[in-house]
């Protein structure tokens, strides 16, 4: 996060002198070759769409076995690991290249804006995919209604992405 | 979210694109509150 970013949204310079320049500034902070590395298992495919393996996504790396094994160690979900494992690369399957990479700027921009680090407990409240969740490595999908407190648990992980967390867990609404 | 408890204590607490479909926004914030 550049600096002048970073004190606009600090709250201690008065909204009128931040200079606005949304969304410029958050798509130049990101390095070219990462649309590189996007696009070469992009051209492999077929489809006009984009089978970007969870694997491959260059701003959330991960490992998409220990990502499955820590969604399957969430008890009780009324998601099932798979289909949870499922959604999520459906997601990546259907969503448009630029629309991926720009989402997960975002989810990445929302980690850093919240300073994550790795060992941090952190829930994350939303709505539909558990996306940032998802992103983040460890997902967690819990549907509330289903989920008793007691058997609320977050997998333990060890992260790889700097901005992703240690226990996280996504409160589908 | 109405229902949802738990005596976990968080670091952080994140929401992508939900309270634009919430109403009670001090239940809310003090049920969250009580979260970290």
């Known amino acids: 996060m550049s600096v002048d970013l970073r004190i606009a949204e600090s709250g201690t ?8 320049r949304h969304p410029q500034p958050l798509n130049r902070q990101r390095p070219a070759t990462s649309a590189a590395t996007v696009l070469k298992p992009l051209r492999r495919t077929t489809a006009g769409f984009h ?9 959330c790396r991960r490992n998409p076995r220990r990502e499955r094994s820590s969604i399957t160690s969430v008890p009780g979900s009324s998601f ?5 494992a499922a959604q999520i ?13 720009s989402e997960e700027h975002m989810l990445t921009l ?54 992703s967390a240690g226990r996280s867990g996504a409160l589908a609404t | ?21 919430m109403r009670n926004y001090e239940l809310l914030l003090r049920k969250i509150g009580l979260l970290e």
């Open chain 1, 13 to 20: 310079r008065p909204d009128r002198l931040n200079p606005r």
């Open chain 1, 51 to 59: 089978c970007l393996s969870l694997r491959q996504s260059p701003d």
């Open chain 1, 80 to 84: 099932s690991s798979t289909r949870t």
């Open chain 1, 89 to 101: 690369q459906l997601l990546l399957l259907i969503l448009p290249q630029r629309g991926l990479i």
């Open chain 1, 110 to 163: 929302t980690c850093e804006r919240a300073r994550c680090r790795n060992g941090m407990a952190i829930l994350e409240l939303g709505c539909g995919w558990g996306s940032l969740t998802a992103c983040d490595g460890r997902a967690a999908t819990l549907k509330s209604k289903q989920q008793s407190p007691a058997s609320l648990q977050f997998p333990a992980s060890a992260g790889i992405h700097p901005g």
């Open chain 2, 1 to 21: 979210m109405n229902d949802f408890t738990t005596d976990q204590r968080f670091d952080r607490v994140l929401s992508v694109e939900m309270f634009e479909h």
